[in-house]
């Protein structure tokens, strides 16, 4: 997700039992013209494999020679293909949500990137079902994305039209991913382990995407694989356990409390723990807290005032950090 998942997110979200990640999507110019920034945006450890690289333009050309430099620099896993930006900005260019109004072009991209690509790295493709309810095209594209050497496709339940708001409809998923031989990724508000479970075991999908929950929760990971693979609702995580990741996950992103090495700004460390911290007891005057946090030590004061005022302890049990 642009703007959140950076590397060290998305490590937070392997270690906590993610099977597949995607980087945030990068403009397929950007990475012909080499721009530091979009090439900063891909990188990736071994740890977080396997992993794909997101592009995102509408000139197959262009979108099949970015996947070809992708591939030979980095080695990803898979290239995906953006066909659900809904921002303007996406759409004024024609990419992105832009592209459900021009399946021809969708495919085409498709195609040009696969035959780019060849044998080495599958590409797969994320799109919503259509523009707008008057414009639904999700159930003819998947076929012919497959035919067009696509290996994957990862359908958010929306339209355009509905941007991020209002029930994804998971039937239409289920229908298309009956419909196909590729795998089919179920995504759009999958917020529990019951959810992804139902998908798993009594429809054709074959995996489930999670965007925002992942955000607040990283741990909804480990989650869902114990609920896949004891059939029952896990416990939710406790607040020393919570805590224990949250400390981590700042350790990881230390620089942010050393300016002179600094990637990102301190304010931006605190608005990533305020979510992290949404929804547990207390979290309004716990945002306050992470407010006035200055250093390292100040964020770990705070975790065990926090959990000691609550009769709790700092707890690795359970952590995988
Ligand atoms: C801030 C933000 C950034 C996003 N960036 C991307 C992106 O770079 N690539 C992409 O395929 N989807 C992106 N998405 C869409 C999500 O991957 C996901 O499809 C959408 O949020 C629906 O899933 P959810 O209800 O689980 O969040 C983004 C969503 C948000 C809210």
Redesign the pocket.
């Known amino acids: 997700?642009?703007?959140?998942?950076d590397t060290l997110f998305r490590l937070l979200c392997k270690r906590h039992g993610a099977d597949v990640l995607?980087?945030?999507?990068v403009m397929s110019d950007a990475i012909i013209h080499g721009s530091a920034n979009a090439w900063n945006t891909i990188v990736f450890s071994d740890e977080q494999r396997p992993i794909g690289v997101?592009l995102?333009g509408r000139d197959p050309a262009s979108m099949a020679h970015a996947a070809g430099l992708v591939a030979g620099r980095l080695r990803p896993d898979f290239v995906?293909l953006?066909f659900?930006?809904p921002a303007d900005r996406a759409v004024a260019q024609g990419a992105g949500a832009a592209l459900l109004l021009d399946p021809d072009r969708m495919v085409g991209i498709a195609k040009a990137v696969a035959m780019e690509l060849g044998d080495h790295t599958p590409v797969t493709a994320?799109m919503?079902l259509g523009w707008d309810a008057a414009h639904l095209v999700v159930d003819d594209v998947v076929p012919r994305l497959a035919d067009a050497g696509v290996s994957a496709v990862?359908i958010?339940g929306?339209t355009r039209e509905q941007g991020?708001s209002g029930e994804?409809d998971w039937d239409a998923i289920a229908r298309v991913a009956a419909a196909v031989e590729i795998p089919v990724v179920a995504?759009?508000?999958?917020?529990r382990s019951e959810q992804v479970h139902h998908f798993m075991t009594r429809t054709a999908v074959r995996g489930a995407?999670?965007?925002?929950?992942?955000?607040g929760e990283p741990w909804i990971f480990s989650s869902i694989r114990k609920h896949l693979e004891s059939g029952m609702t896990p416990e939710s995580p406790g607040l020393g356990m919570r805590w224990h990741s949250i400390l981590e996950y700042a350790r990881l992103q230390d620089s942010v409390f050393h300016p002179e090495k600094q990637d990102h700004s301190i304010g931006w460390m605190r608005s990533r723990l305020c979510r992290l911290v949404k929804g547990m007891p207390g979290s309004g005057e716990l945002r306050s807290g992470i407010h006035r946090v200055e250093t390292m030590e100040d964020l770990s004061a705070l975790a065990e005032e926090y959990l000691s005022f609550r009769g709790e302890r700092l707890d690795d049990r359970g952590s995988v950090l």
Not at 22 to 25: A, G, H, L, M, N
Not at 187 to 191: A, K, Y
Request: proline share 0%; aromatic share 12%; with cysteine.
């Open positions: 997700m642009a703007g959140y998942t995607v980087t945030e999507f997101q995102f995906d953006n659900g930006c994320k919503r990862t958010h929306r991020y994804a995504n759009g508000n999958i917020t995407m999670i965007g925002r929950a992942a955000l």
